[in-house]
Every structure is written in C-alpha cells, then in structure tokens.
DNA sequence: ATAAAAAGTGTGTGCGTACACGAAAATCTG
DNA sequence: CAGATTTTCGTGTACGCACACACTTTTTAT
C-alpha cells in the first residue's frame, strides 16, 4: 500500500504538499499539484483510515432526540440501543453522541428537550419526528442555525433534513394487506384497530392504514372487507378487551384484526383463547412483548422494520458525514420484514448480540 | 478517554509495562501488575482501537474458497460482493484476501483449487463446503495444519471449523412450507422440483425439502398432498418446460410450485402465462433472474438469507478473530426472509449500496 | 561475588494531520 | 532599480496512541 511518504518521495515534495493537495487546503503551485495528482491517480492511492482517524483530533457531537421507553412504550429501546452500539464503533473517531429523550406523548417535552439541545450546539442533530408542526418549527430553528439533521423512524417531506433513515409506511401497510388476504378466505373480513393515543404518531399510522386498504381494494381476491374499530386507551386494558370482544361477537364473519402500531401485543393479550383460534392478528414490530405474543401463537405476522438497524445506521451514516464529508441519500428504506413465529428466532441477531455483549460488561 | 500513557504515569511505571500487563504478555512482577490491573479496571480502561490497529504491523491472510459465479449460476457473486465489501473495510487493519473459487459441479477443481490455498499457508480458510467428501478431506488437513477454518452458507456437521454463517436450510424450508400452505386452498396440491444437476449441493436442498414436507404433514390445516418431480439439467430449457407442463396438465390439483434452490427463475420462466396464473411458485434466494421474474408476478414468494451479507460477516467475524483474538460463536443464522413483490425493493440495501459505490470507482 | 533470570525502561515505528516556520518569488515604495 | 514588504509556495516536525524490541536495572540463585 502507497503512503504519503511514498507519494512525497516520488514527487520530490514534503509530506506536507502532499497533505495539502488531498485535502485541497490550498498553498501548493499548480505544477506540483498536477504533478502529486498524477502520483496519487495512478497508483490509485487511499488515504489509511486507521492513520487519519488517528492524527484527526478534531470532535464532533452527534445530539439525539429519539422517544423515552418504558415497560409500556418498549419499542424505542431498539434504535436507541443501535445508537449506542454504533456509537460504540464510532467514538474512537472522535465522535461524542448527547442523547436527549422525551415524551411521545407530550409536545413541550419535545420542544423543550429540543432547547437543551441548541444550548449544547451540537454538529448534527438525529430526531424522531413524532410531532408534525412543533418539528416545522425545530427544523426551521435547525436551519438558521445552520446544525444539518436527520430524521429516524418517521418521514416528514418538505423540511430539509438532509436524511430519513426508516420504513416506508405506505408499503409496510400494504405488505400487512396481502398477507391479511392470505391469512383470510372468501366471505371473511377484518378490522383495524385504532388508538386514540396513537394520534400523535398520525403519519406513519395513517400511512399503514392507507397501504393496508389499497392492498384490500385493488388486488385480494376475496374481496375482504375492513372494518374500524376505535380503542380509547391501550392502557385500559379491560375498556379494550370488552370493546373488542363485543365488537367480534357482532360480527361473526371478522377473521383478522390489523394493528397498524408496534403495541400489537396489547391486543392479542386480551383476548382469549376461543377468539385467537378465530381471528389472525397482524401487527407491527418485533418488541418483546409482540414476541412473546407471536411464540404462543396469538399474532400471526409482524412488520418488521430493523429499528435496532435504523438507529444504527443513523450514527454510522452521520459519521461519515461528519468525518468524510459523505453526503447520505436523502432515503434509506429499512426493509419491511415478514416475520412469523418460524422465522421469529432468526431476526435481529445484531440486536442480540449487542444485548449480550452488554450483559458481559455489566 | 484514559491512555496508555496515563495508566503508566498512574501506575508509576512506563508504558510497555502496562502494554504488557494489557496483553499478557507476562515479565511484570505480580505486585505491579495487580496495582496496573487495578487501575484499568477501576477507570474502565479500554484500548483505543485505532491506534491500535495502527501500531500493530502483523498482516493476516484470509483465504476463500466460494463457487465461481457465471450467467447461468449467478447466486455466489452476492457472498463475494460481501466478502470484498468486508475487505474494504478492514485491509487497513493488515487483512488480504486471496480468494479462490471453483466449479460447484466439479468436486475436482474444489480439491485442486485448495491445494494452492495450502501453499499460500493463509492464517484462515473462508470456504463454502459444497462437497461432503472432499471437505472431509480438506478439513483433515487443515486441522492438521493447524488452520482455522469456517463454513460459508452450507454447514456440515461434525467437523471441527470455528464457525458456520448462513441459514438454517431446515427452516428455511419450513417457512416455504407454511408460505405454500398459505397460498393453496382445500384441495389443492403442490409439487417440489428436484434437479439432479443439484445433487452435490445435496445437504441444504435436501434440508430444504425435509423441513417443508414437514410443515406440510404437521402443520397445514388443509392437508396439502406434496408430489415429487425429478428435471435432469436445469439449462436445457426446452425438456424442463415439456416436462413440467406434462405435469401440470396430468395433475390438475396441482397448484404450488416449490423449488428448493436458488435457480427458481430457471422453471419460473419456462412457464406458459396460462400456467402462472393457476400455480404459485415458491423458491429461494433473490438473486436477480428471481428478482426478474417476482417483478412480473412469476414468482409468489422467494426466501432469502441475505448472502451478500453472509460474506460479509464471515470475512468481519474472521477478521476480529485474528485481530482480537474473539472466538465467534459456532453458528451465526441469517434471517429466514420473506420476500415478496411488494417488499422486494426494500430489500439489500446493503448490496445495492456497494455496487453503486463500485460503480462510481469504475 | 558472579551469573542468570526476572522485571522494568526507553524509544523507534506505523501514517496522516496541521501548524510554525523558512525560502523564494512577486509586488510595491521612493 | 535597490530595497522593503507581502504573497506564494513549500518544508520540517510534533502529535495522536499503541506496539514491540533492544536495552538496563533489580532480584534471585549459586
């Protein structure tokens, strides 16, 4: 492998000049510049990561601005835990993440967490953009501030976040759909259950919704009808249930129930036994408590998203941004994922085994 | 963050001493040793990996042995894209790869093309063990040579490699089963094609065939009755096609197609329009052709493993294992993945992301 | 006291980075 | 046009951190 040195003994200059003509810092006479540039093209010559990382002392902070998790909301742990292990992988290239976290359910936390971040001025800022018009307002402040951000997760279009890293929504409902018209047969129907509380998250639950009855309309061939069902608060568990199992009495033909969030397990936990050997559930998302759910057969498929990944791949992606001045595509699809309890076990490894790499240290 | 050098000065020693204790390497006295040991351990003391790597001048050499990739057998080009991928990332930690590949319908150039591997004497051996026998043999002599080998996307058993990566074909097959259960209604039938062409790969197709004749008897509530077919070459298009419409027509229940190899496109495309529209077809692997023809609703369902990556984590997994001396866990699955037409863009970003990479270079 | 083994030190190396500084050329001043 | 000043071009080198080998000092055995 050629080196610096290599190249400024060939070119009968100093380290240095070389230095300066990769880095385009200036100083150098058009003839020796030429010169070097030939060097370095014909050899094909590559800058040793290891080695710049090493000289480069310069620090950049990361901030993160990503949803609190707890026993009830779990689904946030995975990308966050992807941010810590890509932090791990990344912090001996001098990069330092401040991770801010706040309510889902409450537009001041966001808004003030989001103040906190400014005051540290931080070099790029990773958010989830759960509420629609307070992000506006974020994102314009990012702007004139000149701080580059990108969104995780959830897409907001007509802000100039320079990344979305996350599922395609629209897709990830329409890929539920088809596997709702398998699952079903002629003459059978299903519902959607929907959440008051969820309206925050509004895009990407719409968006699922949407995809699923577009696939329902243009391309089953059963001609499968979906029902709605409005759900007051999840965490009411009993309102849920006596609602839900009213609502399948009622209609004797309701075959599936679609739950276009990651708290699926909420609604398959609920029911009994008689109803799970009657009706398929669908959701969304690979949390422990949906596992736990899909390994005793009450959820019959999940859309799954790599969120561990998608949060991983935001402190990867804004790395190289920040030290190799790599500019990202502006959308990085996760992939949408099938899973059912015979593939389950096979997901997420990289999850996994950040966990119990984890767990050793600690 | 904590050096070397700050250790030392704690310890009141100089640095090669706590290099020493860091690695082991014995000649410090018992007493320092614990104060030094001490010291790191109460400060949380870890290596700066960079630096690291950049002191350390040992170069590694990885040797891979992969089937060659042509037109007609185009699966093993993803795994090499991976591994080069991988390579990329971690020559400048001292990794070369001399990689080797063989005609997988040829167990001579399988045993010929390690020879040369031996004489290179590598520090480890990446090969996909396509041969029973042979590997055997091959196997017999690394562990008396005292190379350290792994198992890329085919596993034997019984054999002393460190590692094995890719997917567990049973399941893999038992998802096909419940995907093909999924799509045939009551009555209906399916049929799993066999070629002979692909009898040395015998172990994972025939893994493949177990675990879906499995799901089929223990798992399918409509008693799907699956049916055997034996094609002689799978490039000699026109017999395939007569073969299998032959069938088709004699047995008019017969409504799913499975393919339990990567050449799924091979029967997909040799079908009449007429007959895709009464059969599904199931198979594996997305490499292009099958990506070719999901698009035009030839195929139903394909599973994938995400080989690209596979060669991507073998050559990572080997390189930590020389550089840190980290065993690796002895099986690494990939996911079993669904694909489907409508999550099929969504999939390998990873892989398209290299290629546009390598394009640009190109 | 001397040899031998053990313990510990000092330093050059890997490679790129960036700053302080020197040299040469270009521009300006009277 | 000599001399001073600025600009341009280029050099030299300390630094980041771990590594490993040659070397010196201390301890132990003889």
Redesign the interface.
Known sequence: MLTIKDVAKQANVSEGTVDRVIHNRGGVSKKTEQKILRILQENNFKL????S??ALKKKYVIATLVPKFDRENVFWESPHMGIMKALSEVE??GIQIKDHSFDQFDTDSYLSEFERILKTRPDVVILVPMFIEQTKEIANRLDHEGIPYMFLNIDLEGLNNICFIG??SY?GG??AG?LMC??L?KGDGCVTVRTRSNITNYHAIYKRMEGFNR?LESSCENKIVNLDLKVDNLNDTGTVKETLEKFLIDNVHIKGIYVPSSRTSVIAECLDVAFHKRVKIIGFDTTPQNIHCMERDQIQFLISQRSFNQGYEAVRTMSDYLIHRKTPVKR???????I?K??LA????NKLSFQSENAKVG
């Open positions: 040793n990561p290891i080695a990382a090493l001996s290239y599922q395609d897709m329409y890929v088809k398998l699952s047969g696939y990085i699809y996760s992939p949408i994922q099938i059912m015979e593939n096979y997901n997420d490894r």
